[in-house]
């Protein structure tokens, strides 16, 4: 028995120190780097999942169940959680809703993820990632979740694959046996396009005080415009007492901008909770344009064209940013994209993903961006 | 654009714009086609190189189970140093791998564009004395932007050896034949101390102080390096020794230097490699030197021509091409030092192509020409004179 006034030594410094001596064995590495070969699950430096199971939930929107390696902390259900996924090679970080509650207890969880028109990487998620490969996750984050004591009346308006943080935090409720009284209003284009269809509509049959309005927006036709999107006129049939209820929504720009207007207007913004999908880029216009830029470690702006190498501008607004052969063969330049877009000036090619690794000798700015000199 | 002195060709100054050009389509050919296949290349090569290098410790700590102390049939030296041999070799082969290969390639950038975090050129810490961004100072800016002009070039020489006649002779070449053996097979301390900032402060042009703080981030590599093979690895063996040596009468402190022997060994193998492939790129006959009126304003064509003058290709097995880190496509490796390595072979292919049609030369000779006209020019260079290089490179 350990005397209650005895110090117990705190575990995770000491577990650091184990961790750091481990890591002397592996210099300049780290112990998790050859614990990976055994086990990615196991690493520490990057967590990875596995892909334990997809499930297509229509013709293009497929649920894959991921198992999270070690240290993974559980989701509170809304939460989404950023995902890199290797696409012809290359790797891109996405961030998609966690759709399964955190109560489910086998160690898993879903993200369902839906083709994007012309999105490369929700396309490979859906269509090509197999059972048994590993990505690389983060942690479950966002505030966009029920709180957790006050019993609230929800309204869920969703559309298309907005559900899924929705769809989170109904299982997690009906799995916690508290499911209060909840509307939801749900966008699809049809029947069959409607994701967790199956799972709703039992659970709209089964539970008196869920109640599920589904709008197949193109199966109305000619009334399309006028019963089918979202209007204050609709809301009021399908939930009359909107006003009491705290509403959570998830969907496109237009759906949300709507709702974030009727909710100004009633003087009710502080019961509206939004997701937004991420922010779409901007078009680049065929003709080139160069943009702001804004390089954030030093806290200057500059006004840039389209062919003048960031480098050069950078040198221009009085900074002295680390460069070596000025042609793009050395790399010393590297630095990152926070946002925004830049074009190789080499191959045209334009890169916009935040994070990526820009040359700026030999790149410029395509419309405005932000770097992390 | 002309240069004060023209490069030793007779090609017109639109003919080396044209073999420019025929040079950055053969890149951008390649660059573009870049996919799936060669991402799983680096992960495997990875994934292998890092299975090889802790199997091979084991096999060392395996080795040490048969030392003739111990009871079983199978004990004596003979068995120990197989088995420990077998171990060292690994280790040393994965060091290579992962310096030649995997490191050098990633540090070259040449794996950026797959946009793995795990696998940036600013964040990848290599299996050797020298920091990662030290060395990429050194090599990517000053050694693979100035390739072969005197003064320029740090790697011409390593400012210790004359590798041209070009250079003048100084009595204090005379002993460079010994300085090459030596750098053989302390290859990773020499590169580790390969700083033009050092030989600033040998030659009197900076304090000694104002290299300090490069000095101890240098340090600090250097002892994360001892520490692991010198410490960490038999010091854990001469750990494990000491209660079973009450049972198998074996000194522990013969176990620590059995492990800190393999290791060194291992890390030896290592060095002679890296430095004959890499002496190989740049020193033998038939490699051209420049000076620097030669590349002041300089067309991106004539950078392409340097390139493919003053580098040597060495022929062999793709096996052979793995374990050289593809600086066996030397020449290819300088016309386009961001591609990734496992597309120098059919660069090469191309590239070879084009010098026959504009007729200049392409260097490319077996290990043992390449090396032997190395350590020769050596020899010859430590004296005054030496045979120059032709006025203009011809096929």
């Keep these: 028995m350990v005397a209650p006034d005895q110090q117990t030594p705190d575990p995770t410094t000491w577990r650091q120190k184990l961790s750091d001596v481990l890591d002397m064995f592996a210099f300049p590495l780290r112990t998790s780097h050859y614990v990976e070969l055994v086990n990615p699950l196991w690493s520490t430096h990057q967590m990875q999942a596995q892909v334990v199971e997809v499930w297509d939930e229509t013709k293009d929107a497929r649920t894959i169940t991921l198992r999270p390696g070690v240290n993974w902390r559980l989701n509170r259900p809304g939460q989404h959680v950023r995902i890199g996924i290797p696409v012809e090679g290359r790797h891109y970080t996405r961030t998609y809703t966690i759709s399964s509650p955190p109560e489910r207890n086998d160690d898993c969880f879903t993200i369902t993820v839906k083709i994007i028109d012309g999105g490369r990487v929700s396309k490979h998620i859906v269509r090509n990632i197999k059972v048994g490969d590993y990505l690389p996750i983060g942690l479950p984050q966002g505030d966009f979740y029920l709180p957790d004591a006050s019993p609230i009346q929800p309204l869920f308006i969703t559309a298309g694959s907005g559900i899924t943080p929705a769809m989170s935090m109904i299982r997690s409720l009906v799995a916690q046996e508290r499911l209060p009284d909840t509307v939801h209003i749900h966008y699809a284009p049809h029947e069959f396009d409607v994701i967790f269809s199956k799972e709703l509509r039992q659970l709209a049959a089964e539970k008196k005080q869920y109640h599920l309005h589904e709008v197949h927006t193109q199966e109305l036709g000619e009334q399309k415009q006028t019963q089918g999107y979202f209007s204050e006129e609709q809301l009021e049939t399908l939930c009359p007492d909107w006003k009491e209820r705290d509403c959570y929504a998830c969907g496109p720009p237009g759906l949300l901008a709507a709702l974030e207007d009727l909710y100004e207007k009633a003087g009710l913004s502080r019961r509206l909770h939004v997701e937004r999908f991420r922010a779409d880029f901007a078009e680049i216009p065929n003709n080139a344009v160069g943009g702001k830029v804004r390089f954030a470690q030093s806290n200057r702006d500059v006004d840039a064209d389209s062919e003048t190498n960031l480098l050069r501008v950078a040198e221009d607004a009085g900074m002295n940013p680390p460069h070596g052969c000025r042609m793009g063969i050395c790399h010393t330049c590297n630095t990152r994209l926070l946002s925004g877009c830049v074009r190789d000036l080499r191959t045209g090619e334009v890169l916009n993903e935040s994070g990526a690794i820009v040359q700026t000798c030999v790149c410029a700015a395509a419309g405005d961006c932000e770097l992390d000199l | ?395």
């Design chain 2, 1 to 395: 654009m002309t240069t004060k002195k023209p490069l030793p060709v007779d090609l017109t100054d639109e003919q080396i714009d044209e073999f420019g050009r025929e040079m950055e389509a053969i890149y951008d050919d390649i660059m573009q086609s870049r996919g799936e296949s060669d991402r799983q290349y680096i992960l495997g090569l990875i994934r292998t190189q890092r299975s090889m290098a802790l199997i091979g410790r084991l096999f060392m700590y395996a080795g040490l189970f048969f030392l003739p102390a111990w009871p079983h049939a199978m004990a004596g030296w003979t068995a120990t140093l197989l088995i420990m041999g077998l171990g060292t070799f690994m280790l040393g082969i994965a060091k290579i791998l992962e310096n030649m290969e995997i490191a050098h390639n990633v540090l070259h950038a040449q794996w950026d564009w797959m946009k793995d975090p795990d696998i940036q050129s600013n964040t990848w810490e290599w299996d050797t004395m020298s920091p990662s961004d030290r060395w990429m100072h050194s090599h990517n800016v000053v050694h693979h932007t100035w390739t072969n002009v005197l003064e320029k070039d740090l790697d011409v020489g390593y400012g210790i050896m004359r590798v041209t006649p070009l250079q003048e002779w100084h009595p204090k070449y005379l002993p460079q034949p010994v300085y090459f053996l030596l750098l053989m097979l302390f290859f990773e301390e020499g590169v580790a101390l390969h700083e033009q900032a050092l030989i600033d402060v040998v030659e009197g042009r900076k304090k000694a102080s104002e290299f300090k703080p490069l000095a101890k981030r240098i340090g600090r590599k250097i002892w994360g390096q001892v520490r692991k093979d010198y410490i960490m690895w038999p010091g854990l063996a001469a750990l494990v020794a000491v209660p079973i040596s009450f049972f198998v009468p074996e000194s522990p402190l013969l176990v620590f230097a059995l492990v800190a022997g393999a290791n060194f060994i291992a890390n030896i193998m290592r060095n002679i490699w890296a430095f004959m492939i890499i002496f190989c790129g740049h020193f033998p006959e038939g490699v051209y030197n420049f000076t620097p009126d030669q590349v002041e304003g300089e067309s991106r064509g004539q950078w392409y021509l340097r390139q493919l003058l003053g580098s040597a290709n060495i022929t062999g097995g793709s096996l052979f091409h793995v374990l050289s880190g593809n600086l066996s496509h030397q020449i290819e490796h300088h016309l386009f030092p961001d591609m990734c390595s496992n597309r120098y072979p059919e660069a090469s292919q191309r590239v070879r192509a084009v010098a026959a049609r504009y007729g200049l030369p392409y260097n490319r000779a077996s290990l043992w020409r390449q090396f032997g006209t190395t350590w020769l020019k050596n020899l010859r260079l430590a004296f005054p004179g030496g045979k120059p290089q032709p006025e203009v490179a011809r096929a």
